[in-house]
């Protein structure tokens, strides 16, 4: 048997025939970016997520920065963030001129540990970016009344956690702004780079709107308004006719290209509908290795938080044999991952930041000790038994 870390090829024939159809009827109708396939889309998911907007993207990355700089963090500023992630979530810290400050972690739950961020806040914090980490959803009750008495924004990195939830409320709904990532291999993936941001904030929504798109039109011109207080010159210029758009060529802010295409929104829109379900099943395959791997002495399941529904984007066990035991599966044909094997705050990177080796004790044993087995949706039975007894083969 040859089990993969994931196989994308088999929830391509689930949805082929419809995806299919789809592409070549947006094929053909000569609209290849933004317009209503995209719109749509964002209509769809900003309802499934239960955030009141929903701001399509390029890419996760793109979602961040351009969440960021919509909020007004920059130069000067401190964000706190979690070192357990992956790369871009400080990267974009980072590259909208900020600095990210690194929190310990929860030893159970991989995420950021609350009782941590305060000792971290000085005059230069603005905001708060908690990452809900293989797809289980931060402590965001702890983050956000840390956020509050501090007055510092939360702005969510989602990327690996479309669909999860804290009680009845969908992550994407919460914080300030929510950050997703539909890389071809999240529980959302695109045929190709996608993002979107959600936010309950209209003035938020439309800057994000306008530096998604070379900050030009109206939503440059609402924007700038918004940002700087500028009025806006062309609001009683004559109406869009479709013919003469009054802002057409006009920009009011320095901004990004970054758009969803029309083909991606359709084929993400597909996938939205399948999405619970393929959720329900990667929850079914973790029950099952909690079940089977939960009671060996040497192998720590991952633990979920009280009150949380996890998505289950990776299945992180820790083991002190970690190496070994991913040379072992993969002599099985069993694919596992090693995410993440360097915890941010010693990335070379991130070097001039200035931290050192037992800065973080908790996430630096975890990045020594994880091995991610196979979890999506379409595993069968028998290869999930084959994974299991590889494991057990390993420890006995
Ligand atoms: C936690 C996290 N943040 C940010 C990103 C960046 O997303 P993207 O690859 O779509 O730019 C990813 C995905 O790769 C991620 O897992």
Not at 88 to 112: H, K, S
Request: with cysteine.
């Amino acid at each position: 048997m040859n089990v993969r870390i994931l196989d994308l090829t088999r929830q391509y024939e689930i949805i082929k025939e419809k995806v299919e159809k789809a592409v070549c009827e947006q094929m053909r109708t000569g609209a290849y970016i933004g317009g209503k396939a995209v719109t749509d889309f964002e209509e769809k998911f900003a309802a499934y997520t239960g955030a009141k907007y929903a701001i399509a993207v390029n890419s996760g990355t793109d979602a961040l920065v351009i969440a960021m700089k919509a909020l007004g963090i920059g130069k000067g500023d401190e964000v706190i963030t979690t070192p357990f992630t992956f790369f871009a979530t400080a990267e974009t810290i980072a590259m909208v001129g900020a600095t990210p400050v690194f929190v310990d972690v929860d030893e159970n739950t991989y995420n950021m540990d609350p009782s941590k961020i305060e000792e971290k806040i000085t005059e230069k914090t603005k905001a708060i970016l908690p990452v809900h980490i293989f797809g289980q959803p931060v402590n965001f009750d702890e983050i956000k009344a840390v956020a509050s008495k501090h007055d510092l924004l939360v702005i969510e990195d989602a990327c690996q956690a479309v669909g999860s939830a804290i009680g009845d409320k969908m992550i994407g709904s919460l914080g300030d702004a929510a950050c997703f990532s539909f890389f071809p291999t999240k529980n959302l993936g695109g045929f190709g780079d996608g993002g979107m941001i959600t936010t309950n904030d209209e003035k938020t929504a439309t800057v994000c709107r306008a530096f998604r798109e070379h900050g030009g039109g109206q939503n440059g011109a609402k924007a700038r308004f918004y940002l700087d207080g500028v009025k806006d010159e062309l609001a009683d210029a004559a109406t869009v006719d479709g013919l003469y758009n009054p802002y057409k060529y006009y920009n009011y802010l320095i901004a990004y290209n970054s758009r969803l295409d029309a083909i991606q929104a359709r084929v993400l829109d597909i996938k939205l509908d399948y999405l619970d379900g393929f959720n329900a099943r990667r929850a079914e395959i973790a029950a099952f290795y909690e079940k089977e791997l939960g009671v060996i002495d040497k192998v720590k399941t991952p633990q979920v938080m009280e009150g949380v529904k996890p998505v289950w984007h990776q299945y992180a066990i820790r083991v002190k044999e970690k190496n070994e035991l991913g040379e072992f599966l993969a002599k099985k044909n069993i694919g596992s991952a090693a995410f993440y094997p360097v915890p941010l705050h010693l990335q070379k990177a991130f070097e001039y930041l200035g931290y050192k080796e037992g800065d973080l004790p908790v996430a630096e044993q975890i990045t020594k000790e994880t091995v991610c087995l196979p979890i999506f949706p379409e595993l069968t039975q028998d290869e999930l038994d084959y994974i299991v007894q590889g494991i057990k083969e390993f420890f006995d």
